[in-house]
């Protein structure tokens, strides 16, 4: 097909294709403001390590608990409903958010942002896998993400600007909008029923997801994940967080800190994709990837010396001045190296488990095996860590959650295999 070897710009002449990157423009750019505004509550509220912990806790709790069964759905039932109910629950939050007045209506409303995320992510995902050529899977993959990447970024700078100017109401008004227009895109161009090809009658899920965990690729993707979630999640909840109640940086400036990683992953991520279709060895893209976010982290808290080393900026425009301390520019190296590092890993880890749910007609059930994996150390994960720095330092906090990543980087090494497809399924071509 022309896509495969026009480039990342070609797919955005397919309707279907711009419908799906839509609502990972939506989901990314909603999941980074939040993520600026979780430090403006907890300064409003005063909130422990713990408690911000709680943040991400309540955000993953409840996609542990639908992965497993909504991947199964998305395999029997028609995707294209799943996105638009997703859509309409992340327009729900963001009215709830503009309401805030207590620290437990944050938790609350994470929960049901995490709702709405977790059937984003996860059916765009399995559509994407599953109406994508063969030949250029890692391709519409990595340019989806690609999308993703550069919304996450739109989020942080815009989003932390209009918090920064306007607060509340005039932000999530944004959020809705955009929110709106995703709704629109695939409710008019996404084909019914895209994807779900797997036969209710053939396998139960119970089924499906034990033949997956038979493959040994599998179970090394599921530990992997489960480990290096407990490291990412504890930067993605308390980078912002550090940034604004450590060193006093506003709103806008958390948001260019994120930006930093946020950029180097918007302009890598769809030629990596290409590059694992063109190299093959997709495991060698996640471990190197794995290994580059553990230096990343270690690097964040080095912040604490930047006022001794680092000199400080201010910044003079349209007759107003802003101070970039020097913390600002360690946090944004910092950051900056997690975007490299989630551009080696990310296409790579997702191809690999669409490529092994194909084996059973179950993209969406593998893919909920990925997502899952990363609850179980995201439910932990920021809790944990938040305690930790309560009881000890941002050092001891940070260098643990990098311990974490390394350990599931050599576990993941060891474990990983490739193995034939299994000789007893039918492959969907014989159906």
């Known amino acids: 097909m022309a896509e495969s070897s026009g480039g990342s710009l070609r797919l955005f002449g397919n309707r279907e294709f711009v419908a799906l990157a839509s609502t990972a423009f939506a989901r990314s750019q909603a999941y980074s403001t939040i993520l600026i505004a979780l430090g403006v509550y907890a300064n409003m509220f005063d909130t422990s390590g713990t408690v911000e912990g709680l943040f991400g806790t309540a955000f993953a709790a409840i996609q542990l608990l639908i992965v497993l069964p909504l991947g199964r759905y ?29 620290v437990e209506h944050v938790i609350l409303l994470r929960v049901v942002q995490g709702l709405g995320a977790s059937i984003l992510w996860l059916t765009g995902t399995t559509v994407v896998g599953e109406i994508s050529p063969d030949e250029s899977r890692g391709l519409w993959i990595g340019t989806y993400n690609q999308v993703g990447a550069f919304s996450s970024l ?28 995703a709704f629109v895109s695939v409710y008019l161009y996404l084909r019914d029923n895209p994807g779900g090809r797997a036969d209710p009658e053939e396998a139960t899920g119970y089924e499906t997801l ?20 407990v490291g990412k999640m504890a930067v993605i909840i308390f980078l912002p967080i550090y940034a604004q109640t450590g060193f006093g940086i506003n709103e806008f400036l958390t948001g260019g800190i994120m930006a930093g990683g946020k950029l180097t992953k918007s302009l890598t991520q769809g030629k990596v994709g290409d590059l ?14 794995a290994l580059t976010y553990a230096l990343g982290t270690a690097l964040i808290p080095l912040a604490e010396y930047a006022r001794e080393y680092v000199p400080g900026v201010t910044l003079a425009a349209l007759g107003e001045q802003m101070a970039l301390p020097g913390a600002f520019f360690v946090l944004f190296a910092a950051y900056a190296v997690l975007g490299v590092a ?16 194909e084996h059973f007609d179950a993209v ?16 932990g994960g920021p809790v944990m860590v938040g ?15 990098a311990g974490f990543i390394v350990v599931s980087s050599v576990v993941f090494a060891w474990l990983f295999a490739v193995e034939p497809a299994p000789e007893h399924v039918a492959a969907p071509a014989d159906d």
Not at 342 to 357: H, I, Q, T, W
Request: no cysteine; proline share 1%; net charge positive.
């Open 387 to 401: 305690a930790i720095w309560d009881a000890t330092s941002v050092f001891v906090a940070f260098w643990t959650a």
């Open 74 to 102: 998305i395999d029997l039932k028609n995707s294209k409903k799943f996105l638009l109910v997703g859509l309409a629950l992340n327009v729900a939050v963001f009215v709830g958010f503009a309401f805030v007045s207590a």
């Open 276 to 289: 694992t279709d063109r190299f093959g060895r997709k495991h060698r893209f996640v471990l190197a990837g």
């Open 154 to 181: 739109f989020g942080d700078l815009v989003g932390g600007l209009l918090l920064f100017v306007y607060g509340f109401g005039l932000t999530y008004a944004v959020l809705s909008l955009f929110t709106i227009g």
């Open 342 to 357: 989630d551009s080696l890993r990310l296409p790579a880890s997702m191809a690999l488990f669409v490529e092994e749910g």
């Open 210 to 229: 034990r033949d997956l965990m038979e493959r040994r690729a599998i179970r090394a993707l599921v530990f992997f994940r489960g480990a290096f979630s």
């Open 364 to 379: 969406g059930s593998s893919l909920s095996l990925r997502s899952i994996a990363w609850k179980v150390g995201q439910v």
